[in-house]
């Protein structure tokens, strides 16, 4: 899709634990308890289809955004244990413009480096008319993946 522009937030904090840790941690995810545990601004959470955490499940998530409530519907789409998952949402249409966000783990001496990312496609006439309100929203995403990262070290390192 030429016509869009690809902006990928990524934000990263060293851990110390292991890459186990982090992934058990992350497939523990599988209901309001847990999910409102890595963040705040997470609201609601369940799984629609599937066994969690595995490719091709879908789950239903709330969560507070820039202040306002926003509701996704996801599919999981990629699961290397130990070191990847990413996730899409389940609509092709959201899905053009918001393609996939993801976690990493990658394991360093006696941490682990986690990365967050979020990956977005947005138009240039958007981005000309729109730029403060993109702007905003990419910002508030990125302060979302920071906390995301910062309550997993709090959590993990406890």
């Known amino acids: 899709m030429s016509f869009l522009n690809e902006i990928v937030l990524t934000e990263s904090i060293k851990i110390r634990t292991t890459p186990e840790e ?9 209901d309001d308890e847990s999910f409102k545990s890595l963040n705040a601004d997470n609201i609601s959470f369940r799984w629609l289809k599937g066994e ?14 820039h202040g306002k ?9 990629k699961v290397v244990p130990n070191r990847h998952i990413e996730y899409m949402p389940s609509s092709r249409l959201i899905r053009v413009f918001f393609p996939k966000k993801e976690f990493i783990i990658e394991r360093q001496e006696s941490a682990c480096l986690f990365i967050s990312s979020a990956t977005f496609r947005i138009g240039w006439i958007s981005k000309k008319f729109f730029k ?4 905003d929203g990419l910002s508030g ?14 959590i993990l390192e406890a």
Do not use: C
């Not at 509701?71 to 789409?77: A, E, N, R, V």
């Not at 302060?143 to 070290?153: D, H, P, S, V």
């Open 141 to 154: 995403f990125r302060a979302y993946l920071q906390e995301e990262g910062k309550n997993l070290k709090r």
């Open 52 to 65: 969690p955490w595995t490719l091709g499940s879908i789950a239903y998530a709330e969560k507070y955004l």
């Open 132 to 135: 403060k309100k993109i702007d």
């Open 22 to 30: 982090i992934f058990t941690y992350l497939t523990g995810i599988v």
């Open 69 to 77: 409530p926003h509701k996704f519907t996801f599919i999981i789409s």
